[in-house]
């Protein structure tokens, strides 16, 4: 079993739509949880953090379930510069390590 | 802000070849990875750091060496190049153990063909 897992992508959707992205880890110790997003051919960048009592900023909103090993990633209305690849991102006890999920790609189209 | 910087950018080797990636933070961050990323499979673990003089191995670390003789750098070492390594190549830092200090910070990637 992948230590973190992403629903498989990808996903196609028009401008304005919600879109809802999933992520399980499999490490319960794990301590710190974030989103990036990558676009084509660049490196990863920092989306948000994901805390335990939910947190938003502007159309995105992050959730965090520990009992279930679960981080949620909700996309409100849509743009076409959403589309782009994203990660969902343990670290470890102690930030030793950070695990990438293999990433969802999202297609935003008008 | 020069933050995570990687070279070469590009690189082409012909099988057997050495090489080394540089990665230099000028972050003062105590943990500086590498990553690979092919199509399809996400960025997966080849060494990491924890510090200058400590190393350790991540998912896919055959093939790969290694070392932090100081803060800054943290090169990646390809002893035997084989087409298996082709791929993308990125360095990423974080601030360790405070939880505020752990989101990674990436270098802009290397790509790598090996013929």
């Known amino acids: 079993r992948k230590e973190v897992e992403q629903d498989p992508g990808p996903f196609n959707v028009p401008e304005g739509a919600t879109v809802a992205f999933n992520c399980t880890y499999s490490?319960?110790?794990?301590?710190?949880f974030f989103w990036y997003r990558q676009d084509c051919r660049k490196e990863p960048k920092l989306l948000m953090s994901v805390y335990s009592s939910g947190n938003e900023d502007g159309r995105f909103t992050a959730q965090l379930n520990r009992a279930s090993q679960y981080i949620s990633l909700l996309i409100r209305d849509s743009k076409l510069s959403d589309s782009a690849t994203y990660l969902c991102?343990?670290?470890?006890?102690?930030?030793?390590?950070?695990?990438f999920g293999a990433g969802t790609r999202l297609f935003v189209k008008a | 802000n020069a933050g995570v910087t990687q070279t070469p950018k590009f690189q082409v080797l012909k099988t057997g070849q050495s090489m080394t990636l540089q990665c230099a933070q000028d972050m003062n961050h105590e943990y500086m990875s590498w990553y690979r990323q092919d199509p399809g499979m996400g960025l997966r673990l080849i060494h990491y750091?924890?510090?200058?003089?400590?190393?350790d191995q991540g998912e896919v670390p055959n093939g790969y060496n290694v070392s932090r003789s100081t803060t800054e750098d943290f090169p990646l070492r390809l002893l035997s190049a084989a087409p298996s390594q082709t791929s993308v190549y990125f360095c990423a830092s974080n601030g360790g153990a405070a939880t505020n200090q752990k989101k990674a910070f990436f270098g802009q990637g290397t790509r790598l063909t090996v013929v």
């Open positions: 750091s924890v510090g200058a003089g400590i190393t």
């Open positions: 490490n319960s110790a794990s301590q710190s």
């Open positions: 991102v343990v670290n470890e006890a102690g930030g030793f390590k950070t695990i």
